[in-house]
């Protein structure tokens, strides 16, 4: 069977065990100034998620299968879904799959839910996930805390980065596992060691928008 892109969650994703996660936003800013001190700043293009993953040792096996997954994606030609593994929300409980997109305000830095268990509580630092358009995954982190009304109705919080256009009232949200689509943008494959297994391997991951 041919490969299909983006991958899964289960046919990649879900094989990078990581040590850690050190997941950012890259910037594309442009600045200029002035001898005097003054400072102006331009954003050229929306920030998108980066991660620079060590991977843990396993067996030659499945490092070998790894390996070929990465290089069957192309370089960055090609695409697969991706979520972070050490990821819990803050209060770890679980939403479902009923959460929904209730509202955007109108400079798009804020969205309102439906859907959410009565009474759950959101975190600064929670993450969530619109998957919109053809293809394209929207995830952000919210910059405010609330808390579900009785209906599973939730005020509208910030979130960043800001909700783009292609995202609106009804679309279905993952907060459980929330993930985003990613290119390789670097990759330093396994080493074979004694005892049967590999190590080594470093994935560097940037968000395809």
């Given amino acids: ?11 990649l994703s879900d094989h990078i065990k990581a040590a850690q996660i050190p997941l950012t936003l890259r910037r594309f800013d442009e600045t200029s100034g002035t001898a005097r001190g003054q400072v102006w700043s331009t954003q050229l ?3 998108i998620w980066t991660a620079t993953v060590p991977l843990v040792a396993r067996s030659w096996a499945e490092a070998r299968a790894v390996d070929a997954k990465i290089l069957a994606l192309d370089g960055m030609a090609k695409t ?5 593994p050490a990821y819990m929300s803050a209060c770890y409980g679980r939403v479902g ?5 209730a509202s955007v ?11 959410l268990p009565p009474g759950y509580p959101v975190s ?19 910059a405010e805390e609330g808390v579900a009304d009785a209906a599973g109705d939730l005020a509208e919080l910030s979130v960043y980065p800001y909700v783009p256009f292609g995202v609106s009232v009804g679309a279905a949200v993952e907060m459980d596992r929330p993930y985003f689509k ?3 943008e670097d990759y330093t494959g396994f080493s074979a060691m004694p005892g049967k297994y590999s ?10 928008v």
């Fill in 124 to 142: 600064i630092g929670d993450r969530l996930s619109v998957a919109h358009g053809t293809d394209r995954v929207w995830f952000a982190t919210f």
């Fill in 80 to 84: 697969f879904l991706w979520a972070d």
């Fill in 105 to 115: 305000s109108s400079d798009r830095t804020a969205i309102g839910l439906s859907g």
């Fill in 45 to 47: 293009a929306p920030p």
């Fill in 1 to 11: 069977m041919a490969l299909s892109f983006p991958y899964a969650l289960d046919f």
């Fill in 199 to 208: 190590q080594g391997a470093s994935l560097t991951l940037l968000q395809k």
């Fill in 182 to 184: 990613a290119m390789v």
């Fill in 97 to 101: 799959g009923n959460v929904t997109v």
